[in-house]
């Protein structure tokens, strides 16, 4: 009987994580903060420049045209004579500025419909099968559509962008929501009589939170991207205003010529943004992921 007891009392206690499983979510975290640093530096400090370079610096100057990278215009010139590293510095503030604004749109989107989904079964099934359903569609099919029907320019690229990136994180906020709603404690909380905002507020967005930021994060370097195609296409900011995608258009008709500076370094640039982002919003995932580093 004793021995009964020790094993039902063995059975009941939790089971903590190891040193090892410590040790590893505590390097995750170490990393998010890391990339996290890194990602924020670089995009507030595009943010930062282009806000105080005056647009006048684009001005064209036909004795400086196709200048390769020197010390005097680091970037090149292009076929306009524009300085490079200016024209690419107002760009990607263009691109980060659209991109955030972008994924703001589609995050709140994604939290209304997973909060929605939490009402009733109905109001799930609707939810579940929209999202399955924008999922099913050709991505960049359905934004050129979008921003084609919003008339292009830059508003037309911002619905386009948040109107189409929002499926992925619903459904993973919806299946949260549900698993909170259907635990113990919402349960003993409603039938204590607790209204449900209070449920919502107290229960329901602590345990969002982490999704909702771990998904912005995601959809922001994916925002810039799109937004840079569209523009390449024509369907997004115009050509007189800075943007990577306007000018990578551009620059492919100087690449036959040897001006390769005029696509790379605007190339590069998108790329070090987004590609700074995604490692950010990868390493958040896993560090928000209550099963990361357990074992």
């Given amino acids: 009987m004793t021995d009964l007891v020790q094993d039902a009392v063995l059975a009941e206690e ?7 499983a410590r040790h590893s979510r505590l390097s995750v ?67 980060v500025g659209i991109g955030l604004f972008a994924a703001v749109v589609s995050t709140a989107l994604s939290v209304v419909l997973g909060l929605v989904a939490s009402v009733n079964r109905v109001a799930d099934r609707i939810v579940g099968v929209a999202t399955e359903l924008f999922l099913g569609l050709p991505h960049f099919v359905l934004l050129m559509l979008v921003a084609y029907a919003a008339g292009g ?29 259907a635990s113990d404690y919402v349960a003993v909380s409603r039938g204590l009589g607790r209204s449900p905002l209070w449920v919502a507020r107290r229960h329901l967005l602590p345990h969002l939170i982490p999704q909702i930021v771990a998904g912005f994060v995601l959809i922001f370097p994916h925002a810039i991207l799109h937004e840079a195609g569209l523009s390449f296409l024509g369907l997004g900011v115009p050509p ?56």
């Fill in 240 to 295: 007189h205003l800075p943007s990577i995608g306007v000018i990578l258009s551009e620059s492919l008709r100087a690449l036959g010529s040897g001006l390769w500076w005029l696509a790379f370094f605007p190339g590069l640039g998108l790329l070090l943004v987004a590609l700074s982002f995604e490692v950010f919003g990868e390493s958040l995932r896993r560090a928000t992921d209550p099963d990361e580093g357990v074992a």
């Fill in 29 to 95: 975290r170490r990393q998010a903060m890391l990339s996290g640093a890194v990602a924020l530096t670089l995009v507030l400090g595009v943010l930062i420049v282009a806000a105080f370079i005056p647009i006048d610096t684009l001005r064209v100057n036909p004795a400086t045209r196709m200048f390769a990278p020197s010390l005097q215009h680091l970037f090149g010139t292009d076929l306009l004579g524009r300085d490079m590293l200016v024209r690419t510095t107002l760009a990607l503030g263009q691109s």
């Fill in 153 to 181: 320019g830059v508003r037309g690229v911002i619905l386009a962008v948040g109107l189409t990136h929002w499926p992925r994180l619903a459904r993973v906020l919806r299946h949260e929501a549900q698993r909170v709603m």
């Fill in 14 to 20: 939790p089971s903590f994580p190891s040193e090892s």
